[in-house]
């Protein structure tokens, strides 16, 4: 099982730390909010992504492969949801604002899981390359798997919430307070708009 972890980490390495709708998520919310105002929303999304993922490793990708409507409709809500955080940050970044700004809850965290396609993407093809047919443990197999990819993301996403508070430390004057949340709101905008094209 060691062997499996490490080799899982490496693989996992570029996906969880690389920019993508979660990372940047939770890095406006650490701008804006700081790093204890995160923790529900973190909390939701990881617990979502300790269940879906050992839903899928225990059989839940067939389905919908079965039904590949349901994956597209999923890409459509998962973009619109995306497309709904930026256009909150540009508001929040707009001079005139009349938005009470509040840190993304547990709801929310859960959400933005439930409904990133790339998260599924992702999960199916981890459970591609590290289980197989024949492997005669298979519930420790996606258990384990399944939490390793979760405390995988943990960290990545901690890296990004730091990283996002403290460019909220930076540019805590209004005026660049504005400009962070517009940047992260265009980044997340052109986020989504790639997760509908692609």
Request: hydrophobic share 60%; net charge positive.
């Amino acid at each position: 099982m060691t062997q499996l972890a490490f080799a899982l980490v490496l693989f996992l390495l570029p996906l969880a730390y690389s920019p993508g709708p979660g990372n940047l998520f939770f890095a406006a919310n650490g701008a804006r909010f700081g790093m204890r105002a995160t923790f529900p929303a973190s909390f939701g999304y990881h617990i979502a992504t300790w269940l879906v993922t050992a839903a899928i490793g225990f059989g839940f990708i067939g389905a919908l492969e079965a039904a590949p409507g349901v994956f597209v409709l999923l890409k459509l809500a998962g973009a619109l949801y995306v497309f709904w955080i930026a256009w909150g940050l540009l508001r929040a970044g707009a001079r005139d604002s009349a938005i009470e700004p509040r840190p993304a809850s547990f709801r929310d965290g859960a959400v933005l899981l439930l409904l990133n396609p790339k998260a599924y993407v992702i999960i199916a093809l981890m459970f591609t390359q590290f289980l197989s047919v024949s492997d005669t443990n298979r519930t420790v197999l996606v258990l384990g798997i399944t939490t390793i990819f979760t405390l995988n993301n943990l960290v990545a996403f901690t890296l990004w919430t730091m990283m996002g508070a403290r460019l909220g430390q930076l540019f805590a004057r209004a005026g660049s307070a504005r400009a962070l949340n517009t940047a992260f709101g265009v980044t997340l905008g052109a986020v989504a708009l790639w997760m509908l094209l692609s």
